[in-house]
């Protein structure tokens, strides 16, 4: 083959795959939405953004694009946040398909979201890219991996990026898909995309799937195993799609890297713990322990994704390689001014009530992964009165009434707190202003 011949197919696979992705999201909108429907939302996600990439304070004017918004839900619910903080600024939109846009403004519009605009096309278009301006915030969930190169449509929204913005990126983790693309393989080699219709495709894959054998892999995968059944649109996206492949959390690294580009954090790093994901692990042997111990925080993240094999996504916040700290630090010192955000509670009295000792063991459930953590009562006093409006200094003046506690000893519960809630990414902070 000529180096000329071999350009053009690649080229045509190129374009081909391009084609078949779009036919997708054009006939099997997703995800599926009611347009007609309400949309919930909180503040928590935008405090997230705020605390892992502005140090806590967003900037004015925010410009936010999610590439690959879809049928809405993830760029209605930032416009909503929005408005809801009275935060001015737009979120831009863009997507592929017509149906998914379409489904997406009708959206918008019954809730009459009015910071919001929509655009059709591919953000590694060159040419579209370069009529929407620069961010401070870039979503792109469920996309990149869908891409023929990933790296470059990275790259390409990089480029989008304000020199002190960031992004929040999701992508397949490999271990959690475990079945997954053996399925895929089989199915693409009975009735290969672009020979045979969707809908021929889709029907013909739904009766097999039900005919897997226990031996099958994927059915030893609790999120996968009942894929009979899943919606239309979930059983093809899963099953079916023409271009998808999963990330480590060192490859993950190592693309970023390739960008110039840093990871903030994985949220929620609990999932990535190994002594909140791995029970029993804290009394294994002392060498072992050691050892986990004194890993880089990124290759404790990796061990964990390999050793539990239940991670199926990966969502992390990234910047500049060159930035500086983007994450507001927690501050203890005796001004106490930083004001602190519980997304939701971490105890409840019900737990208080079962733990017949000083701590209380909880346990959370992240998709399927389960994770167990231990953290002292005391923490419940200081948990009940964070309201998103009190500083530090003032939540403990409001627990010296009805205590003797001094700041040190509540230095050190709050410490206790944040470092759980952080791990379970319900926690913000924020400057007082």
């Not at 579209?128 to 401070?136: K, Q, R, V």
Request: net charge negative; with cysteine.
């Amino acid at each position: 083959m000529t180096l000329v011949t071999g350009s053009l197919l690649c080229l045509f696979t190129v374009v081909l795959c391009q084609s078949l992705v779009k036919d997708q999201y054009e006939r099997l909108p997703y995800p599926p939405v009611d347009p007609s429907g309400q949309l919930d939302t909180s503040e928590h996600r935008l405090l997230m953004i705020s605390h892992y990439l502005f140090n806590g304070i967003l900037p004015s004017n925010f410009r936010v694009l999610v590439a690959g918004g879809g049928t809405g839900r993830q760029p209605l619910s930032l416009a909503a946040e929005m408005i809801k903080a009275d935060l001015n600024g737009e979120v831009v939109s863009i997507d592929i398909s017509e149906a998914s846009t379409r489904l997406a403004e009708e959206w918008a519009n019954n809730l009459g979201l009015t910071n919001i605009r929509f655009a059709i096309g591919s953000f590694i278009n060159q040419t579209f890219i370069d009529s929407l301006g620069s961010f401070d915030y870039i979503e792109c969930s469920g996309v990149l991996h869908h891409l023929q190169d990933p790296v470059q449509g990275l790259q390409a929204l990089r480029g989008l990026l304000k020199p002190h913005g960031g992004m929040g990126i999701m992508v397949y983790g490999r271990y959690g898909r475990n079945g997954v693309y053996e399925i895929q393989d089989a199915f693409r080699r009975l009735l290969p995309p672009g020979d045979t219709d969707m809908e021929t495709r889709l029907q013909q894959s739904r009766e097999l799937f039900t005919l897997l054998p226990k031996s099958a892999l994927v059915k030893k995968n609790v999120r996968f195993a009942s894929g009979d059944r899943f919606d239309d649109e979930e059983f093809f996206d899963a099953f079916l799609h023409t271009q998808d492949r999963s990330y480590t959390v060192p490859e993950c690294i190592d693309w970023l890297n390739r960008v110039g580009m840093k990871a903030v954090e994985f949220i929620p790093p609990a999932i990535y713990d190994p002594f909140y994901t791995i029970p029993g692990l804290k009394h294994a042997h002392s060498d072992v322990v050691q050892k986990i111990n004194e890993m880089e925080k990124y290759q404790k993240y990796a061990f964990v994704e390999s050793f539990t094999s239940d991670i199926s996504k990966h969502y992390f916040f990234a910047v500049d390689s060159h930035r500086s700290e983007s994450t507001i630090q927690l501050q203890l010192g005796s001004s106490g001014s930083q004001i602190p955000c519980l997304d939701q509670p971490i105890i409840s009295e019900e737990d208080l009530q079962k733990s017949r000792s000083d701590r209380v063991a909880l346990k959370f459930s992240f998709e399927t992964i389960p994770v167990q953590i231990e953290i002292s009562k005391s923490t419940f006093a200081i948990q009940s009165l964070i309201d998103c409006q009190r500083s530090l200094r003032s939540i403990y003046k409001e627990l010296k009434k009805t205590t003797d506690i001094s700041w040190r000893d509540f230095s050190t519960q709050f410490q206790e707190l944040y470092d759980v809630a952080s791990s379970l990414s319900v926690i913000s902070l924020r400057p007082s202003p």
